[in-house]
Structures are given as structure tokens and as C-alpha cells.
């Protein structure tokens, strides 16, 4: 992932307005975030995961593509 400067729309997890800025997050299926709005998806994705005796894997909330492992968090 890699943090770039956009000013794209809000995203389907976002809940304000703003456009995208310094906080965007490009996942590697090329979808952006605001890291801001995915940190907790990754979050409750992660935490869902291991309560229910799964291995955790981070996936874009848009198109469920899987991250690589070793990939940073937003």
C-alpha cells in the first residue's frame, strides 16, 4: 500500500464528504481509502477473524482482494 495525495470522492467506507488527502491509502487492487476509514475495517475484519478460529487476511472492502502477506496496514 502507499500513501498518496488525492482528492478523489468519498469512498464507500468513508461517512464525511472530504475528499481524499495525505491520509489516502491505495490498496494494490488500485481502490483508495482514507486511512482513516480503513484502519478500523481492517480492524474488525482482523478481530472477526481470530474469534472465529480463522487465520486473519486483510482484503479490500470493495473488491475482497486479498492483501499480500507482509503488506503494512493503512
Given at each position: 500500500?502507499?500513501?498518496?495525495?488525492?482528492?478523489?470522492?468519498?469512498?464507500?467506507?468513508?461517512?464525511?464528504?472530504?475528499?481524499?488527502?495525505?491520509?489516502?491509502?491505495?490498496?494494490?487492487?488500485?481502490?483508495?481509502?482514507?486511512?482513516?476509514?480503513?484502519?478500523?475495517?481492517?480492524?474488525?475484519?482482523?478481530?472477526?477473524?481470530?474469534?472465529?478460529?480463522?487465520?486473519?487476511?486483510?482484503?479490500?472492502p470493495v473488491c475482497r482482494s486479498v492483501l499480500p502477506?507482509?503488506?503494512?496496514?493503512?
Amino acid at each position: 500500500m502507499s500513501s498518496l495525495r488525492l482528492n478523489l470522492p468519498r469512498g464507500p467506507l468513508d461517512v464525511s464528504d472530504e475528499g481524499l488527502d495525505d491520509d489516502a491509502v491505495v490498496l494494490p487492487c488500485a481502490h483508495a481509502f482514507h486511512g482513516r476509514c480503513l484502519r478500523p475495517w481492517f480492524a474488525l475484519a482482523y478481530s472477526d477473524a481470530l474469534r472465529a478460529g480463522e487465520a486473519p487476511t486483510l482484503a479490500c472492502p470493495v473488491c475482497r482482494s486479498v492483501l499480500p502477506e507482509g503488506e503494512p496496514e493503512a
